[in-house]
């Protein structure tokens, strides 16, 4: 990814819930979006790091799951 003077999010095609925010610094952060009781909710997942992309879009999906049955707000 090419440095940037600006936050840069790169959505998952696939899921687009899901995504990496690339800041000036160099930092990268995974991202999930989703709505819940009708407001949107941004939840950050953690430094990519840390993280695998595959860790984080299973913990993305993990997250919506919990939300979707109520077990996560």
Same mark, same amino acid.
């Given at each position: 990814?090419?440095?940037?003077?600006?936050? /840069?999010?790169?959505?998952?095609?696939?899921?687009?819930?899901?995504? %990496?925010?690339?800041?000036?610094? +160099?930092?990268?952060?995974? $991202?999930?979006?989703? !709505?819940? !009781?009708? %407001?949107? !909710?941004?939840?950050? %997942? +953690?430094?990519?790091?840390?993280?695998? /992309?595959?860790?984080?879009?299973?913990?993305? $999906?993990? %997250?919506?799951?919990? /939300?979707?049955? +109520? /077990?996560?707000?």
């Amino acid at each position: 990814m090419p440095p940037s003077t600006k936050m /840069v999010a790169y959505y998952d095609k696939k899921f687009p819930a899901f995504f %990496l925010r690339v800041y000036p610094s +160099g930092k990268r952060i995974f $991202n999930v979006r989703f !709505q819940h !009781q009708g %407001l949107r !909710q941004l939840h950050r %997942l +953690g430094d990519a790091a840390d993280m695998s /992309v595959s860790e984080a879009r299973a913990a993305a $999906n993990t %997250l919506i799951e919990k /939300v979707r049955y +109520g /077990v996560e707000k």
